[in-house]
């Protein structure tokens, strides 16, 4: 898997470079970001993973979310995944919520997604090595996301404490087997038996697994999506299961990147602070 | 003039809002982005224009600058225009570089451009006086700008030193009747005669009239136009005038927003701190 570089641009004093390399898992190739603070030039720094939404690929966070800054002044790496496998021969639909843009870090076992929409090992494990062969050393991981990213960042993490030493989400799709964000794409790239849709909500792997640390959630108040992200769910399982960690609704948010990257700085500060410890 | 409400997102507990409003200068509707900080809400604040560069309109800055967050810091407001004016009947031009998208803030007076490119006036009597009204109050403005908006923010403010208390510039167009971005430009704008492009050029503004106060330019090193932007031209019209100020050239930095939004916090806090003083 060699791994083209496709842009690098000097930002904060550290670089925010572009990468393309072909995935085993998808079966194409994959684009992503990464932006390196200053401190990765003296040594191995944390490495935060964010996971974006639907219609996005790895560009919209890293021009849009403002972590550079606060990723510099902490010392820490971001990552910036696509949301989907791209190109010829990949399966895709006419929805903006279903196909490219739209993975929803699942592992497809229906056709015609199967073939390519292996966004969850993609993550955990494709890239995961190469991230790890562009940022080495001993260094502990972390990962948020926002909207279908979010929901990305919370099961994965959930399934993977090995993996990842702290997590967070910005408006997560919180509960998508009970919502059209969810059951829809659930059904096409899993089937119809909901038993397998289980272990992709955020929701029921936080009532039947929790998380080893303390999670940090915001969620705008005024997002025109809240019915269908569900955070109601998410917040009642976290406050049923004692699970530590913090919900906030942010009075006159909407699901905007105006929303991400005012909290951008907070999340990042709260990732450093668990990753360094 | 009615005002139309375009959106509005809340950001960095400020408001995001882009509008579109009947230009008499122009001729035309025109569109443009105002980010009120939350102190706004209190009573006035100070005011920093920035004007964008070559292909923008309202919305790069707005959405890849990452000035919002400090701009709520220091209670100023932000205000971005468009570039040019736009529309069916709007004379334009395959080139990048010319027509929609490049109007150099300055005021056309050949054919074709003549009839809409009136983007001096545009802001400095339209623009201006809609923003003292949804920006009201005894306030001082300052203006700032990238690559060609860059030019723009020096020449209207040495030629309107009445209007403006601070200026800066990121990576300016600084000598373009010695440049291919100018000459070009400035040709089909305002005819052949060489005598009516000095009231558009920086460097040749700063020898003929200087700045009442300290200006501040950063320049990427790495930037990939230096041929065409000319920074020691304006750097050499600022020594040998004694202009106080500083000349920044920022070592690996290219002509990005990644070079603009790096620094944006250097300069809302200059401005800032020559606006409220």
Redesign the interface.
Known sequence: MPLEVISE?????GV?SVYSHGSDACGCDMTFAVYAPPQAADGPVPVLWYLSGLTCTHENAM??G?F??FAADHGIAVVFPDTSPRGEGVADDEAYDLGMGAGFYVNATREPWAPHFKMYDYIVSDLRGVVADLLPGDVAHGITGHSMGGHGALTIAMKNPDLFASVSAFAPIANPTRSDWGRKQLSAYLGDDEANWAQYDATLLLEELGWKGDMLIDQ?A?DQFLDLLKPEALAGAMTARRQPGQFRMQA???H????V??FA?DHVAWHAERLKS
């Open positions: 641009n000097r930002s904060f004093g925010q021009t849009k403002g550079q800054k705008g005024d006159g948010y909407d905007s990147y105006y929303f990257s005012t700085g």
